[in-house]
């Protein structure tokens, strides 16, 4: 009775830590919430636009989204960067401005952090992944 009652118990731990790690797969609220706004349909036309006007661009056109850059990393708000889309999705926006550029971008998933469900852009050729900082 014991090694049943033992396996029971292993299989349910083994099941709530893989429901538990599903779960984390899809982030917090905060992030799946902008896993929902990047696939808003905007339309964009930047002709050599600084990266801080885009961004500021974006925030008018889809209300609710934050954006940040990893100055301390290499992404300067200064950069001019080009790309025209009628119609397009947030998400293929940004991939075809900082595409290009080496630059990328992740969603911030940390309920103790401030930038909760944050766009973070960096460098790097990562698109969409869920940065989850301690």
């Given amino acids: 009775m014991r090694r049943l009652s ?8 083994f099941f709530v830590a893989a429901f538990a790690q599903a779960q984390g797969a899809k982030g917090t609220a905060k992030a799946q919430a902008t896993q929902k706004l990047l696939e808003k349909k905007i339309t964009v036309e930047f002709k050599e636009t600084k990266l801080a006007d885009i961004i500021d661009e974006i925030k008018d056109q889809v209300k609710g989204i934050q954006i940040r850059m990893d100055g301390k990393g290499g992404v300067s708000g200064n950069r001019k960067l080009s790309f ?8 293929d926006v940004l ?20 930038y909760d469900g944050s766009i973070y852009i960096r460098v790097g050729t990562e698109f969409g992944t869920l940065i989850n900082k301690k």
């Fill in 6 to 13: 033992g396996t029971i118990l292993a299989v349910a731990v």
């Fill in 95 to 114: 991939e075809g401005l900082l595409k290009k550029e080496g630059l990328c971008y992740g969603i911030t998933s940390n309920e103790k952090d401030a």
């Fill in 84 to 91: 025209t889309g009628k119609d397009v999705t947030l998400k």
